[in-house]
């Protein structure tokens, strides 16, 4: 069994910054995709940044020039770097990773707990 634990959250002020991480423990293997979604309140659950383990990264357009992905493939973490933080970024965030599990490209996927992000004055 894999686990993903997430830290990183907390309160911001506008204009701030926070880096959230990911670390997979358990059973050894590889994500081929491991990224970041967030829900808001009452809202649905939306992919923030997804990162290939051939490094192609994908954005939120809202989160672009704003937020950085990363991964260290060796210890299989992922990481968040969120800079000049809006109060719409507030949310719950969670990590993601994906295994492909056929030609066909479907995916079986693990999750974080989630770790709360509050941006507000």
């Known amino acids: 069994q894999v686990q993903l634990v997430e830290s990183g959250g907390g309160l911001v002020q506008p204009g701030g910054s926070l880096r959230l991480s990911c670390a997979a423990s358990?059973?050894?293997?590889?994500?081929?995709?491991m990224g970041w979604y967030r829900q808001a309140a009452g809202k649905q659950r939306e992919l923030v940044a997804h990162m290939t383990s051939g490094s192609t990264i994908n954005y939120v357009d809202s989160v672009k020039g704003r937020f950085t992905i990363s991964r260290d493939n060796a210890k299989n973490m992922v990481f968040l770097q969120m800079n000049s933080l809006k109060p719409e970024d507030t949310a719950v965030y969670y990590c993601?990773?994906?295994?492909?599990?056929?030609?066909?490209?479907?995916?079986?996927?693990?999750w974080g707990q989630g770790t709360q992000v509050t941006v507000s004055s």
């Open positions: 358990g059973r050894r293997f590889s994500f081929d995709v």
């Open positions: 993601n990773g994906k295994r492909i599990v056929n030609v066909e490209g479907a995916t079986v996927d693990y």
